[in-house]
């Protein structure tokens, strides 16, 4: 099973169920239900540990990204190339695709 959409479409205590329980072969995941606080922070010296989180890692049949899964040379490439010509959309009051409003 493989989850990079949103980790609130996957409850983890019961995937964590199935694979101790040998119901599902394996688990990769970049998002987590609970990441806020977690990812993209140091952890290793924190008393606080998501215990949940900490039983998925250790297991040898999930994969866990941390949120970085779209870390690649093309995405970065991609995310560039459209915050430029957001800029200079903007500096040439031109329309820009991109726009966000308040609905």
Do not use: C, P, W
């Not at 949940?52 to 866990?64: D, F």
């Not at 899964?69 to 329309?95: G, I, P, W, Y």
Request: net charge negative; hydrophobic share 35%.
């Amino acid at each position: 099973m493989v989850n990079t959409g949103r980790g609130e479409l996957v409850n983890t205590k019961d995937v964590y169920t199935a694979l101790k329980n040998n119901n599902l072969a394996g688990f990769a995941m970049d998002v987590y239900e609970n990441e806020k606080g977690i990812f993209y922070n140091n952890k290793s010296d924190s008393k606080e540990k998501d215990e949940l989180l900490v039983k998925l890692i250790e297991m040898g049949n999930v994969s866990v990204t941390a949120h970085q899964a779209f870390l690649t040379h093309e995405a970065l490439q991609n995310m560039m190339r459209t915050t430029l010509k957001n800029v200079e959309n903007l500096v040439n009051d031109e329309h820009s695709k991109n726009v966000v409003t308040k609905t």
